[in-house]
């Protein structure tokens, strides 16, 4: 079955500062990808998804994530940080047709002013 | 548009008991998706039900159960409830397929003493 795994469970960085999360999926067959945001108390809200057409991957707030098959990886981008980024972000994945969502550990981003 | 809906929002059971929860899916969405949060194990798929019809389905022991009526509300089951099953219940809804974006209620606190 399909995996992802993010590395760093916590990442800091200063507002302004670019922003990048880390997810690697595992497949031999690309899968659907997916990254999202979950603020305190609130369910999760899409930031953008990769399903087989352009590798990188704009989504909303400015960030953006590309699809790179050799490394089987789908990096999580923004170039400047914002202090309303600060939540915590899931990678996920699914295969096409499966009907179901996996879901990486999560990733605690905190900015500092 | 009102986004999805989740009934109730806190809940606190004792082992043994059983609960239902509940979720209202955006108008139009026929597919809904149900995923447990805990500190633990972290975001994990539970099922996915479209058109009334369980399309796939989570590793959970059979305490958990869902269904879909044909507004395409969705209702999930846990019996005899134990402390481990304390967390938090999201429930998703997209058009179609669980790969569309999928838009996540606020999410049911269940508290198991």
């Known amino acids: 079955a399909q995996s992802v795994t993010q590395l760093g469970s916590h990442v800091s960085v200063s507002e302004g500062a670019l922003v990048l999360l880390r997810c690697n999926y595992s497949?031999?067959?690309?899968?659907?990808l997916f990254w999202y945001v979950q603020y305190p108390n609130q369910g999760l809200q899409l930031l953008l998804k990769y399903t087989s057409a352009a590798t990188l991957v704009k989504g909303i707030n400015g960030f953006e994530a590309e699809f790179k098959k050799s490394e089987t990886s789908f990096h999580l981008t923004k170039p400047s940080a914002h202090m309303s980024d600060a939540a915590e972000y899931f990678c996920?994945?699914?295969?096409?047709?499966?009907?179901?969502?996996?879901f990486g550990a999560g990733t605690r981003l905190t900015v500092k002013p | 548009k009102a986004g999805v809906t989740q009934t109730p929002r806190y809940l606190i059971k004792t082992r043994g008991q059983q609960v239902t929860l509940s979720c209202s899916p955006i108008?139009?969405?026929?597919?809904v998706s149900w995923y447990q949060q805990t500190p633990g194990q972290g975001l994990q798929f539970l099922f996915e039900?479209?058109?009334?019809?369980?399309?796939n389905k989570g590793n959970f022991p059979g305490r958990f159960s869902g269904r879909q009526f044909s507004n395409s509300r969705s209702e999930m089951n846990v019996s005899t409830l134990e402390l481990g099953d304390s967390a938090l219940y999201l429930c998703?809804?997209?058009?179609?397929?669980?790969?569309?974006?999928?838009?996540f209620g606020p999410g049911t606190r269940l508290t198991v003493l």
């Open positions: 497949s031999s067959v690309p899968p659907y």
């Open positions: 039900y479209f058109s009334e019809t369980q399309r």
């Open positions: 998703a809804s997209s058009p179609l397929q669980i790969t569309d974006t999928q838009y």
């Open positions: 108008s139009g969405h026929r597919s």
């Open positions: 996920a994945v699914s295969d096409p047709g499966n009907n179901d969502m996996r």
